[in-house]
């Protein structure tokens, strides 16, 4: 139905930024039906939590308190991303795009990109 693959990730050092995008591809008929898109993330041995969600016609986010004024998702049409900034080691994840269906009709997840901020 849908796949979801991200990129972006990698090794940067405290108080650095960057940037991750997750393309959704596959059946033209169900990503049309996607209707929120979100960033999770889990760290080793820790809960997966989320991070940041963003819905599609309104463009409503809402973030984690933990990243609030440093990440910023934002979307264009079925991509979406996640600008991150002020990173700080407990950051350190693997962070997951995730998209939902309107109706609760498909639940998607991509692959995961490993985030490392090192001290």
């Known amino acids: 139905q849908v796949q979801l693959v991200e990129s972006g990730g990698g090794l940067v050092e405290t108080g650095g930024s960057l940037r991750l995008s997750c393309a959704a591809t596959g059946s033209i008929f169900w990503i049309n039906r996607i209707d929120t898109m979100a960033w999770y993330r889990q760290a080793p041995g820790e809960q997966r939590e989320s991070v940041a969600t963003i819905t599609s016609s309104s463009r409503i986010t809402n973030y984690a308190d933990s990243v609030k004024g440093r990440f910023t998702i934002s979307r264009d049409n079925a991509k979406v991303y996640l600008q991150m900034a002020s990173l700080k080691p407990e950051d350190t994840a693997v962070y997951c795009c995730?998209?939902?269906?309107?109706?609760?009709?498909?639940?998607?997840w991509g692959q995961g990109t490993q985030v490392t901020v090192s001290s």
């Open positions: 995730n998209a939902k269906g309107i109706g609760g009709h498909g639940n998607y």
